[in-house]
RNA sequence: GGAGCUGUAGUGUAGUGGUCCAACAUGCCUGCCUGUCACGCAGGAGAUCGCGGGUUCGAGUCCCGUCAGCUCCGCCA
């Protein structure tokens, strides 16, 4: 039986048609006289009714849940009041003359339905069956829709693709590699790639001027719901491109995808935010948008206040945050609000209660009545509205961050933006470098390979910390989406920003010779960004979770549970790559 | 490495120390049913309560450990 349409397109336009089907059997429904069928493939689902007088009658009576069938049959107008308006095909049906059972199945172990709400286990364990689900299918030909919006936009700007090596060099810094053992040159081992970043610098120097690429990475690091071990990087570099032109062409990218993909309209050009703004504004380097909620920094009100706590912190040289709720807690409300910003170093979170007759607060009475209205003032706060306060000696490293958990947390809960809203910024200026506690040296905040902004070049030696770079970030509504940067293009100052974190001249001869050779062959300007592509399509199909948009996903402790990988290998494999197990 | 949540028929849940040889829904099996679309009706089968140990006269329930999944912190240039 040769398929002629798929079961989710047919129309009323083929009524009167004799169409041959292929698909799955989502449900049976047997009224005894007539069976009903609803037929599955890629495109959607249609109902085909079998009589007892069709020659088909006995298979359809014998098929279950998921066999796939073949089925030859007529499209009929269904009668008015038969019309299922939740069915896309749902005004039409196939009167089923023919059935072939083209293979049984077990019974499944759980729905395939959209509105499951199964175990993971048992979804990754299954992962085929899974996918069946009408919704990760969706998901996948969104997934794979953006791929070709992207290829489109950039094949159009003369962008050409290049693949990169998978079996590639571990370099020092960075995420932990994944390493593969080689048999020919036992004892060493090939790394796989954290991110093509080495490799697409030297095709600027190569000439190639503008090149993308789809680029699966590894990192062997802790999962969560945002990162998986492998995953895929839209990647682009440019020649020859200043950050005005280069960014608001990547602008224009995101703002077709949005706008194919979910008819949703960006602003023109998106706002930029610098790294330390965003940190105090939001306590976050990827702030979500949607709603406003800024932090106030309070610290030269809170210095003079008998509070201890406050006083302390700001006499320690940190600082007093607070944000502005605008919504009740009762106790045990604020308690379980004081469980979301000790994680992040807070030792506490005090709160003011704004009344119409002043504030009532455990803290109120280290307070002078004027100061309290002061407080209330720079909050601009009203009764009603409740005031949440952490004070630290370290304000970026914990005060700031605690509280922009605490606005995360607050804002999902008390429903202040909607899933269907989408607001982008450009995150710049970060911090080049910043200083690792355990190593006790300066490490590149982004890669070793960002160039500095010129002006703070001189006091790369001097004074580290205060360097900045010329990287930006895409932040759409509180996710990283893509990061980038000018890199650096000459010898000289790839050496300079190498020697700040550490790198001895050996080492980094050692190490990134042949990249050091390539800078002093004729390296172009060049520039470029990478976009977190599951991240992307996750955030466009409304997914808390990446592993919702790619097809084989692994568990946050890096299993794959349909394959059972990792798994253990035959003694000789390894005894042919020397190694031997502890 | 750390913290939290979850784990009970195929699936989703209920069960908070004793009518629990574990309940409900759905799925499955059998029978009936010619306009259903989460079809309906009747009957039936289906559970080492994640695993191990402990407390107790008695543990699905309390304690300790462990495994798995998820979320978060650390980590992720």
Redesign the pocket.
Request: proline letters at 7%.
């Given at each position: 039986m040769e398929r002629t349409h798929k079961c989710g397109q047919l129309r009323p336009e083929h009524i009167g048609q004799q169409v041959a089907l292929c698909g799955w059997v989502a449900?049976r429904?047997?009224?005894?006289?007539?069976i009903?069928l609803?037929l599955r493939d890629r495109w959607g689902t249609v109902?085909v009714?079998f009589?007892?007088?069709s020659p088909g009658y006995a298979a359809a009576d014998a098929v279950?849940?998921e066999y796939v069938v073949a089925v030859r049959g007529t499209v009929k107008a269904?009668?008015e009041?038969?019309?299922?308006p939740?069915?896309a095909t749902?005004a039409v049906?196939v009167a089923g003359a023919e059935m072939e059972v083209l293979n049984t199945a077990t019974?499944p172990?759980?729905?395939i339905t959209d509105d499951?709400?199964?175990?993971?286990?048992?979804r990754?364990r299954y992962r085929y069956l899974d996918l069946r689900r009408p919704v990760m299918q969706a998901n996948l030909m969104l997934r794979s829709r953006v791929a070709a919006i992207i290829r489109n936009f950039l094949l159009e700007r003369e962008f050409i693709e290049v693949e990169t090596p998978i079996l590639t060099r571990s370099t020092p810094?960075?995420?932990?590699d994944f390493l593969v053992p080689s048999r020919l040159s036992p004892g060493q081992f090939y790394a796989l790639p954290?991110?093509p970043?080495l490799l697409k610098q030297l095709l600027m120097v190569a000439g190639l001027e503008r090149y993308f690429q789809l680029a699966r990475c590894f990192?062997d690091?802790?999962?969560?719901?945002?990162?998986q071990p492998e995953f895929t990087q839209v990647d682009i570099e440019v020649s020859f491109m200043g950050a005005g032109e280069f960014l608001a062409m990547m602008e224009d990218m995101v703002r077709r995808i949005f706008a194919e993909v979910k008819g949703a309209a960006l602003p023109k050009p998106f706002p930029r935010l610098s790294w330390k703004a965003a940190m105090e504004k939001y306590g976050t380097d990827k702030p979500d948008l949607r709603f406003a909620m800024e932090i106030t920094d309070i610290s030269s009100l809170a210095a003079g206040s008998q509070f201890k706590v406050f006083a302390d912190a700001v006499a320690a040289g940190g600082s007093v945050q607070g944000l502005r709720a605008t919504a009740a807690f009762s106790r045990k409300e604020l308690d379980q609000l004081a469980q979301v910003v000790a994680?992040?170093g807070a030792k506490g979170l005090a709160w003011m209660a704004v009344e119409e007759e002043g504030v009532r607060s455990p803290i109120a009475k280290f307070f002078a009545p004027e100061q309290i209205d002061a407080i209330v003032q720079a909050f601009a706060a009203r009764p009603g509205d409740v005031l949440l306060f952490v004070a630290d000696a370290d304000t970026f490293g914990v005060a700031l961050?605690a509280l922009g958990?605490l606005r995360e947390h607050l804002g999902r809960r008390l429903g202040l933006y909607s899933e269907d809203q989408f607001c982008p910024c450009w995150v710049v200026d970060f911090p080049l470098l910043e200083f690792d506690q355990?190593e006790g040296r300066y490490?590149?905040?982004?890669?070793?390979f960002t160039a500095p902004v010129p002006e703070d070049v001189e006091r790369l030696a001097a004074d580290p910390a205060s360097v900045r770079a010329q990287a930006y970030d895409l932040v759409i509504n509180g996710w990283e989406v893509a990061g980038g940067s000018a890199r650096i293009h000459t010898g000289e100052v790839q050496q300079a920003v190498f020697q700040a974190i550490g790198i001895d001249a050996e080492t980094a001869r050692s190490q990134f010779g042949f990249f050091l050779e390539a800078l002093a062959a004729g390296a172009p300007p060049h520039r470029g960004i990478a976009f977190g592509f599951d991240r992307l399509v996750a955030l466009l199909a409304g997914e808390?979770?990446i592993?919702n948009v790619i097809a084989f996903p692994k568990?946050?402790?890096g299993?794959d549970?349909m394959t059972a990988a990792p798994s253990l290998v035959d003694p000789a494999q390894l005894k042919e790559l020397k190694i031997r197990p502890e």
């Open positions: 449900r429904r047997d009224l005894g006289g007539m009903f609803d109902q009714v009589y007892p007088d279950r849940s269904r009668e009041g038969n019309v299922n939740r069915l749902g049906e019974l172990p759980f729905y499951v709400r199964v175990d993971e286990n048992l990754l810094e960075g995420a932990r954290q991110s970043q990192r690091e802790d999962l969560r719901s945002d990162r994680p992040h961050p958990a355990e490490v590149a905040a982004h890669h070793p808390s979770s592993r568990t946050t402790s299993a549970l």
